[in-house]
């Protein structure tokens, strides 16, 4: 039994003590029997712990809960290339609305395993399916910008392989479907062409690929300047590449959507949330917690009912008396 009470414990405390110090001094200055003050203040006194008791609000403690999983694995592809701190998403910066997103499908995604997958000029596995949620807020928060004097150029086969890994290591478990969000502005600047994502269509169960920028295109960002075109001899600008972006999509069998904001996935998520079935299991070591304040609910209201029947039969009483 734990308790998580609803106010700090020191004001159920102090209101309980001013009501008990309240009937106490009515009980000695009172010029009743000493009978019926016994029978008029034991309710009273009653009510008074059994509603300190609900404040405390007492739980009861399972150690081997039942609890209620999604049987999604949740693949976040993450663009990190320095064109994606271009800034032509709203009010920001793209990779702002990549982030944003991520923690949107997560929160809407309650129970799915999540991973994470970015890349600029190398591929990373962040994390695999997990669902320690607090890690990953913490992972997509630190994606962070590569210096442009590193960066070799975008190339959207850098990924492949890591999502075809986590794609497979999903397929191998039982009642597991895959579902693959990834996001990017599509940009090519290596030189190299597209190479076929077909390969992993039958891994996928649902998801989309997600574009962030415009055509017109936005200025990248680089710490308190802006990336710098030595060919152009002017500040570089980005813009989306969406056919490569709707390449990806129909390869793997997906929906392509532009991102203008973290609630635009809304759709797709509802879709597969209303597709999904839940698996109810039983996890040693998993704590879950019940209310029980109900149990004392009733008590207390008996207490009342019986002070407010005492309190009208003597004044009855005294009335007939007077």
Known sequence: MKTFPIIPVWILIVFAAVFVIAALVWFFISREQLNRKAMLLTPLLLAVILAFVIGLRP??????????LSNLDVLLVVDSTISMWANDYPNGVRMDGAKATCRYIMNEL????IALVTFDNHSFIRSPFTQDRETLDSLIENIGELSPYMSVGSDMNIPYNDIESLLKSSAKKENRKAVVFFMSDGEITTGDELSSYEGLRDYVFGGAVLGFGTKEGGKMRYERSFVYDFEEFGDAVSVIDEETLQQIAKDIGVEY??????????????ALKSSNNDILTRKPGVISYTDTYYYYLAPLLLCLF???????RTEKTDGKKG
């Open 59 to 68: 739980m009861r403690e399972d150690r081997n809960a039942e609890i209620r």
């Open 306 to 312: 019986a002070e407010l029947f005492l309190v009208l």
């Open 110 to 113: 309650p129970g799915a395993n």
């Open 257 to 270: 959507l532009n991102v203008t904001s973290a609630p635009s996935v809304g759709r797709i998520v509802t």
